[in-house]
């Protein structure tokens, strides 16, 4: 269990985690990987989403899930990439949340995952909450805390 004070902090910020989906980059899964090659360099990001025609959240994909199927023996070959779907190697082996958010869920899961995507119960892509969103609200709660609550040190034994 969290502490209900970070908690209730968090949850009053919990807005401000998400970026929109219309601010997220994204590709289709039925896109071929040229074209998905072409949106992650430009986007410079790791890994983005992957939605449907529907704007339904389908899974991930990243750089390297492209330039794994560019290995040959002993060079790349990049005439593959014209004929493999995003939905070929997409991962989808991943956790998804749902708004609002179970803030201490959200926190364990950005210790192994740098953004979580929000889908909603008919599987609509509502947008992502990043690391980075979540570092500043925790940076705000920092700063903030002991204006809004009392906090008292329980004694050590040593210091008794
Ligand atoms: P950050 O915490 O800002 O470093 O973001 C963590 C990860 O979330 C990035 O490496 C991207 O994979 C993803 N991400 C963040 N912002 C966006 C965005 N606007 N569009 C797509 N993916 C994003």
Do not use: C, W
Not at 2 to 28: R, T
Not at 102 to 116: A, G, K, Q, R, T
């Amino acid at each position: 269990m969290i502490a209900k004070s970070i908690e209730k902090m968090l949850s009053e910020n919990q807005e401000h985690f998400l970026i929109p989906a219309e601010m997220v980059a994204n590709v289709q899964e039925n896109n071929f990987l040229d074209h998905a090659l072409l949106v992650l360099t430009k986007v410079r990001y790791a890994k983005i989403p992957v939605l449907d025609n529907d704007y339904k959240f389908k899974g991930l994909l990243s750089l390297s899930m492209i330039t794994e199927t560019m290995l040959g023996l002993d060079e790349l070959d990049v005439s593959k990439l014209h004929e493999i779907y995003v939905k070929d190697v997409m991962e989808t082996d991943m956790p998804t949340i749902q708004d609002p958010y179970d803030i201490e869920n959200v926190l364990h899961l950005l210790v192994d995952h740098p953004f979580l995507s929000v889908v909603s119960n008919d599987g609509s892509f509502t947008g992502i909450v990043t690391r980075r969103e979540l570092m500043k609200s925790l940076n705000h709660i920092a700063h903030e805390f002991e204006k809004d609550y009392t906090v008292q040190a329980i004694e050590t034994k040593e210091e008794k």
